[in-house]
């Protein structure tokens, strides 16, 4: 076992604790960044002009309007910009644009002394436009060619041959929405100016470091100039990875301006118009089989919408290459991918990060297949798992293949699945109008930031001379746990009981430098510097502990709050040895680091070993579908999933439940529209609010959820033994997909494939199973042969070299 | 309901965690109770959506009971909906008030114990809705029956008597909600020297006469209804406000700034229920709550309206006159009362007069109603016709706005239909009847042959469109299913109801 990995008895990791702040969140004292202003004097509020064209220019924009509004303040416009007007890393955000890129883009913010002052202020703007055409839809993005940032293809052995020689070879489309995060609480931020000039910022955001770094560059200032803070946030999951910066800098840019606090708070209409949501895709694809449907090759091009600008859209798109496996050996693959510019919101990170979409991708081609193959599906899905030695398209090597195996066994044993087929069978010959189905889906999610440069971070520990211990570290909380790992990770490795802990609010100038609180990677990254941290004060103290009890050093262990040390029976309690420490001058606070070793990925041709593991888990899903309405109900889910040792298992449990559902949201219920029509609402987000934009509710809850942790877990690699949990079990959710469109099969004759949309939604539903039900075909349907050639890349797209390899590159050149 | 005189401008309270705070002076009538709460520090109710839609801002708030006013219940609704104003002299509570970090509430244990919070931000009002089912008369009644519901959308049911769908107007993005319904699950009964118990025995707050001014606009709360009418006669600026569920709306998310607010909702003459031998009269004041429990399932039809309609933190507020008031194409009140060959009362400061529901719908959000009068009464004839359902289709199982909505009332006798009323919204501007479904189905055999092909003249009905929730096709499509499935599901005409 390695010493990252390694557990000592009793270790506080694993114990199943509520959150750190659970007693806060229930008792409505938990503060978030919007819960600051009541409680800051003379804030001023911003308030968005927001363009009702998806493509324009700005011709004119006459403020003076607004100031005779009372209350009114000031309006912000591009003018008052001392640094760089963009609020993105690539220089391809405006943040107070000439040309408008999507409706709702916000061409000024009012500040005024209310909120209710703002918006009328907002309201009294006058601003002209030129109103440009606009691109729209993916279909439109393809046919017109839109497409922003590189084309990068995952290749291995010659696919199109190998479709020659398969016995069987199928082609088709595959579509799949988008997904708002909708984390209940929106985006936020409060900006003021210190004494000196340097600005404050609470934002709400995942990735602390980059708001610092584009507040400063917004304002013309350097980095420890600008202090951002993250108490915590009211979810996350991607969305606040890149999208609050351009709002921590217009509230700062306002606070420098003014020189009162700024509140910046999005309304939810403004935060569903204005934010980037999950890429929907498009993917055109064939594939071969032989006869024992072993997948032969593989042929796609994975189109993603990635709005008006690149954001995230390149890392999400190589994500969602390097996901289209799953958990399936490919032997022959290519595997294109392009990023559609259009006029809609710049999509961005969501739990999975393209991992959801890649592998929606063959576990569309694996359902629609099946049938014609004649090979139940989950037969299909399991005869193509990985064994260990092989590797994945992009040439990592699999070594953990019987996690997947062993997770659907027990899936298959705990579920009683045989049984419960004969009952679906048994219910489906006695219901005319309902119809149910049993899915099982497998996942298999790379763990790491694909750049490897972002496999790094730090941390700081404090001892105070009382003994009591004070955590800071880069990742940020939002809902996840981490803070609640953190914690358990510092007591476990100091020896002390937790209640002698605590952890500090995410700022960049306790730790500096920090990568985005993303990729899942929270836990193994800041666990690996927080441990890193204690080590080093519990290596300080055990010399003074071995002088005070004479023994070496290394005899001495610190086991909740006792010093204990081979060789003699004398203690001495942490208190005690932390106050002789100070006395004998010791440093008693540490600044920790961690870099996951072993990760390389060269991004130009796609290949390497990207990630540290992979994380496992199986999902068996029976759902219920009413054939009048196309309504559907899950029944049960039973979910086996590896987290590696648990570090947190009620976090973990948690984690895994919530992301399924969240997953269950974006795969049958969750429905982005946009006014795609020519009229004058062109643009226009058309679910724009809470009303028509409906997130599961209670009512949704499988009747029955078990989820169980896989056993004999460990890994190596990753901090006490455990793994990441954040993003995976999202993916769990195919199997309700899959389990709806073989229940909709079911209501035609044996053999019938079935097309789902995704989002599934009653109305898709019932289409479907209409469909399946009178034996149409409606276009668009998996067809026999291998037809057109999914699209390849334009050699004219840019190179895909991120400044961080090249920094590798260079280093290595030198 | 007894009313105490006028508040002086400036003399509004609430009181708050059982302190009174005044409104104080940068109070407006279109404060809403969210923003009030948080601009003093209790920010512990969080703004989710500012629609209703999310329960993130749910607070606790003191109502009678239905027992005709000896006693108090508590009751959560959306504060970001309701104006303070609307609140003046009434008791809230909020999450901070429940418990402290050293003294947890009950309910906050259970949810922090079971992992009910993940980031935490929806759990406040979490915590009120499920405080609010926690303390409801009468739950431990069902104790002991889990998992069966009440009705066929009641709903879960725990072994403690707590119906699961109580937080259903509760969005949590985190969790997945398993650990929430666990809670909900594993809570007893509250304590004796719980305050809020013993709060329920005593008498309820009365509603105090307000008049409240701000921002070039004014909230009364009158008297009386004559007082009511009075004022709507004299200013044609006046909007009714009841439950504020579509007000809220208004004012929240497309910035209206009505002029003079005129609260009906504590109105008595607004909150009569009664069934007579002819006819059931329910006031239009009542909440969507209060008729529900009142009927009791008296009419069947509209029992199966409630749970299908919006969460109960919105049911706490609504009402049948805000419902019909709006004259909403997609009100799901309009297609079951239409189907029930309902009456509404109209009442002005020149009298009353009594207009039969299937007149009263002019247009795409327009009536006969006038400016002057609001709706005092709904009146339902008895008896009820035997053959009912309600059938909602949206996208969501629960709280959604309806794609289509469909409300079925047919009297079945030896086999032969003999009188059928269908009420639809969601096809047309205005809800309607589905006259030429209704003439094609009378004086015929009530088999699966007739449905089969009258189902095609229901899916004809209307003009649906195609938009965000539903295509043009699936609505109509939906109309037609509906039939075929009252029909599978009530092969047999069932018993006609007293
Ligand atoms: C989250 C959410 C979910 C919803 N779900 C549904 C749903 O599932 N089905 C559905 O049908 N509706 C739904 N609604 C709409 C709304 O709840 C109902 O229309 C409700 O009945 C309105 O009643 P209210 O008392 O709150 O009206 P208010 O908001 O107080 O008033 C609404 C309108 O009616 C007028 N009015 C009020 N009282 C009277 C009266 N006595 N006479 C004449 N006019 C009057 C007011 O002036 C105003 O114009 C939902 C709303 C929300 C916010
Ligand atoms: S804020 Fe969402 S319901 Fe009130
Ligand atoms: S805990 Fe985050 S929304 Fe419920």
């Known amino acids: ?814 | 309901m007894t009313t105490t005189a006028p508040t002086e401008a400036g003399a509004a309270f609430l009181t708050v965690n059982g302190t009174p705070v005044p409104l104080g002076d940068t109070t407006t009538p279109h404060t809403t109770t969210l923003d009030w709460l948080r601009d003093r520090g209790l920010t512990g109710s969080k703004e989710g959506c500012a629609e209703g839609e999310c329960g993130a801002c749910a607070v606790l708030v003191a109502r009678p009971s239905g027992d005709g006013g000896t006693s108090t219940e508590w009751v959560a609704v959306n504060s970001c909906l309701v104006p303070v104003g609307a609140l003046d002299g009434q008791e809230v509570v909020t999450a901070e008030g429940l418990g402290t970090p050293e003294q947890l509430h009950p309910v906050q244990r259970e949810l922090a114990d079971r992992g009910g919070s993940q980031c935490g931000y929806c759990t406040p009002g979490f915590v009120c809705a499920m405080a609010a089912e926690f303390y409801r008369a009468g739950r431990g009644e069902r104790a002991g029956h889990a998992e069966e519901g009440t009705g066929e959308h009641a709903g879960p049911c725990g072994p403690n008597g707590f119906e699961l769908h109580a937080v259903s107007g509760n969005l949590c993005r985190c969790t997945g909600y398993r650990p929430i319904r666990d809670a909900a699950y594993a809570l007893g009964e509250p304590d004796e020297s719980d305050p809020l118990a013993q709060r329920r025995r005593a008498r309820p707050t009365p509603a105090r006469h307000t008049r409240l001014l701000g921002d070039g606009a004014e909230l009364v709360r009158p008297v009386d209804l004559a007082e009511a009418l009075v004022l709507l006669a004299e200013r044609p600026d006046a909007l009714l406000l009841a439950g504020s569920t579509d007000v809220g709306v208004e004012v929240n998310l497309r910035g209206a700034r009505p002029r003079l607010l005129v609260a009906v909702d504590r109105l008595s003459e607004l909150r009569d229920l009664e069934v007579g031998d002819d006819e059931v009269r329910i006031g239009a004041g009542l909440t969507l709550t209060e008729v529900e429990r009142g009927l009791a399932g008296r009419v069947p039809l509209l029992a199966q309206l409630f749970p299908q309609f919006a969460s109960p933190l919105i049911r706490n507020g609504a009402t049948l006159g805000g419902n019909l008031g709006t004259a909403s194409p997609i009100g799901d009140a309009a297609p079951v009362l239409l189907a029930l060959d309902a009456a509404l009362v109209l009442a002005s400061s020149e009298g009353e007069r009594v207009v039969d529901l299937a007149d009263y719908f002019t247009g795409y959000r327009e009536s006969v109603r006038r400016p002057g009068e609001l709706i005092r009464e709904v009146r339902i004839p008895l008896p009820l016709a035997g053959t009912t359902a309600f059938h909602k289709v949206a996208k969501r199982r629960v709280d959604d706005i309806s794609s289509v909505a469909l409300a079925h009332a047919l009297d079945v006798v030896d086999g032969t239909v003999t009188r059928a009323r269908i009420g639809l919204g969601g096809v047309a501007p205005t809800p309607v009847r589905a006259l030429r479904t209704e003439s094609a189905l009378v004086d015929r055999p009530w088999t699966r042959e007739t449905v089969e092909e009258v189902a095609g003249v229901l899916a004809a009905e209307g003009t649906p469109l195609t938009d965000h929730r539903a295509s043009a096709a699936y609505r109509s499509a939906m109309l037609g299913q509906s039939l075929l499935r009252l029909y599978a599901e009530q092969p047999r005409a069932s018993k006609e109801q007293p």
């Open chain 1, 1 to 814: 076992m390695s010493r990252l990995s390694q557990r000592p008895d009793d270790a506080v990791v694993g114990r199943a604790l509520r959150h750190e702040s659970a007693d806060l969140h229930v008792t409505g004292r938990a503060l978030y960044t919007d819960d600051l202003h009541p409680r800051t004097k003379d804030v001023l509020h911003a308030w968005p002009v927001q363009a009702p064209h998806a493509h324009a220019l700005v011709t004119d924009l006459r403020v003076a309007p607004a100031l005779e509004v009372p209350g009114v303040v000031r309006v912000l416009t591009a003018q008052d910009v001392p640094g760089t007007n963009d609020g993105g890393i690539k220089g391809d955000e405006p943040l107070f644009p000439s040309e408008v890129c999507f409706h709702g883009q916000a061409v000024c913010w009012v500040l005024g002394e209310t909120a209710e002052a703002a918006r009328r202020g907002a309201l009294a703007v006058e601003v002209d436009y030129d109103a440009l055409p606009s691109t729209l839809t993916l279909a439109e993005a393809i046919a017109a060619e839109s497409f922003q940032g590189a084309q990068p293809t995952v290749q291995r052995g010659d696919a199109p041959s190998a479709l020659e020689r398969a016995a069987h070879v199928f082609h088709g489309e595959t579509e799949m929405a988008g997904q708002e995060h909708f984390y209940l609480e929106t985006n936020a931020a409060l900006a003021r100016v210190e004494d000196d000039g340097r600005v404050f910022v609470e934002s709400s955001t995942q990735h602390p470091t980059e708001t610092q770094e584009i507040v400063a560059h917004v304002l013309g200032l350097q980095s420890h100039e600008v202090t951002v803070q993250c108490l915590r946030m009211g979810g996350g999951f991607g969305g606040k990875e890149m999208q609050p910066h351009a709002y921590a800098a217009v509230a700062a840019l306002g606070a420098r301006l003014t020189g009162r606090p700024v509140r910046l708070r999005l309304n939810r209409t403004h935060d569903l118009t204005m934010t980037g949501k999950r890429h929907g895709f498009h993917a055109r694809w064939r594939v071969g089989f032989d006869d024992e449907g072993h997948l032969l090759a593989l042929e796609a091009t994975l189109t993603s919408d990635g709005g008006w600008s690149l954001d995230l859209s390149e890392p999400v798109l190589a994500r969602a290459l390097c996901h289209v496996d799953n958990a399936y050996w490919i032997p022959d693959v290519r595997l294109t991918g392009r990023v559609a510019r259009t006029h809609k919101t710049s999509q961005t990170a969501f739990r999975g990060f393209g991992g959801p979409q890649g592998m929606l991708v063959i576990e569309d081609v694996l359902g629609r297949c099946a049938p014609l193959l004649g090979i139940e599906p989950h037969e299909l899905r399991r005869r193509n798992f990985y064994v260990d030695g092989q590797t994945t398209p992009y040439g990592q090597v699999i070594t953990q293949a019987d996690r997947v195996r062993r997770a659907w066994d027990q899936v298959a044993t705990d579920g009683d699945l045989d049984r419960r087929r004969a009952e679906v069978a048994e219910f489906n010959s006695t219901h005319e109008h309902a119809r149910r189905a049993i899915a099982v889906t497998p996942v298999k999610f790379g763990i790491s930031f694909n750049l490897t440069a972002f496999n790094q971070a730090g941390a700081l520990v404090h001892v105070y001379k009382d003994g009591s211990v004070l955590v800071t570290h880069g990742g940020t909380e939002m809902g996840q746990g981490l803070h609640t790992k953190m914690l358990q990770v510092a007591a476990t490795t100091l020896g002390v009981p937790l209640q002698l802990v605590r952890l500090a609010p995410t700022r960049t100038d306790k730790v500096p430098n920090t990568s985005a609180t993303a990729a899942s990677s929270g836990a193994d990254l800041n666990g690996g510097a927080v441990k890193d941290a204690c080590e080093q004060i519990l290596d300080r103290l055990a010399q003074v502990a071995g002088e005070r009890l004479q023994v070496p050093a290394a005899a001495v262990r610190v086991v909740d709050g006792v010093v204990v040390a081979e060789g003699t029976d004398e203690t001495l309690s942490w208190a005690e040895l932390v106050h002789t420490a100070y006395f004998a001058r010791t440093q008693l606070f540490a600044a920790g680091y961690y870099r996951t070793e072993g990760l390389h990925w060269d991004s130009s041709v796609m290949q390497g070993s990207p990630f540290k593991y992979f994380a496992h888990g199986v999902a068996a899903t029976e759902v219920e579908v009413d054939a009048f309405t196309g309504a559907h109900r899950t029944l049960r889910v039973d979910i086996v999933h590896d987290v590696g040792d648990s570090l947190s298992p009620l976090v973990d449990v948690g984690q895994i439940e919530g992301g399924f559902v969240q997953g269950a949201g974006w795969l049958t219920l969750e429905d982005l529209r946009w006014d795609t029509g020519d009229g004058a609402g062109r643009g226009r987000l058309a679910t724009a609010s809470a009303s028509t934009y409906k997130l599961p509710s209670i009512a949704d809850l499988p009747e029955v959820l078990n989820v169980t942790l896989l056993s004999r877990a460990h890994e190596e690699g990753a901090v006490y033994g455990s793994k990441a949990v954040g993003e995976p079990p999202l993916m769990l959710a195919l199997s309700v997909r899959e389990a709806l469109r073989q229940a909709c099969a079911a209501f035609g004759a044996s053999g019938t494939s079935v097309d789902l949309p995704s989002p599934a939604t009653p109305e898709a539903v019932f289409w479907a199973l209409q469909e399946a039900r009178t034996g149409a075909r409606a276009q668009g349907h998996v067809d026999p042969g291998a037809g057109p050639t999914p699209a390849l890349p334009d050699p004219d797209a840019p190179e895909r070299r991120p400044e961080s390899e090249v920094a590798v590159d260079d280093l290595a050149g030198a």
